[in-house]
């Protein structure tokens, strides 16, 4: 199992970590949010996550840029957008749906019969 980043931006040093990658970006945002927020999220319809965009943006946009030695990130996400002139705006999008993506494959609820 890889190791788990820090839930927060900060190592144990007390320097500053920005992740690198949109998995890595999704698994530290996934790990500030409640396990209602989560299932809540992963309930969403695609037409709706427009509107959830919204909300999220500003903390996704944080993980992106919030340096300059992030860039990695922002390669990730245009390498997955297909879009090498995505920008942070976009970026963040693809970050989001990420997200949106592996909670509906882990904690969307289901009937049990």
């Known amino acids: 199992m890889p190791e788990k980043k820090p839930p927060v ?7 500053l970590y920005f992740p690198k990658t949109v998995d890595e970006t999704v698994d530290l945002i ?3 949010l409640s396990l209602e927020e989560m299932a809540s999220f ?8 427009a509107m959830l965009s919204h909300l999220l943006e ?3 946009k944080t993980k992106i840029e919030g ?16 879009n090498p002139d995505l920008d ?3 970026a963040s999008k693809v970050v989001i749906e990420a997200i949106w ?3 509906r494959e882990t904690h969307r609820l289901r009937v049990v019969k």
């Open 30 to 32: 996934l790990a500030e």
């Open 88 to 90: 942070v705006p976009g």
């Open 58 to 60: 500003v903390v996704v």
């Open 67 to 82: 340096s300059t030695l992030n860039q990695g990130l922002v390669d990730d996400c245009r390498r997955i957008s297909g």
């Open 9 to 15: 931006d900060e190592t144990s040093s007390g320097t």
């Open 101 to 103: 993506n592996k909670v």
């Open 42 to 49: 992963a309930r969403t319809t695609e037409e709706n996550l």
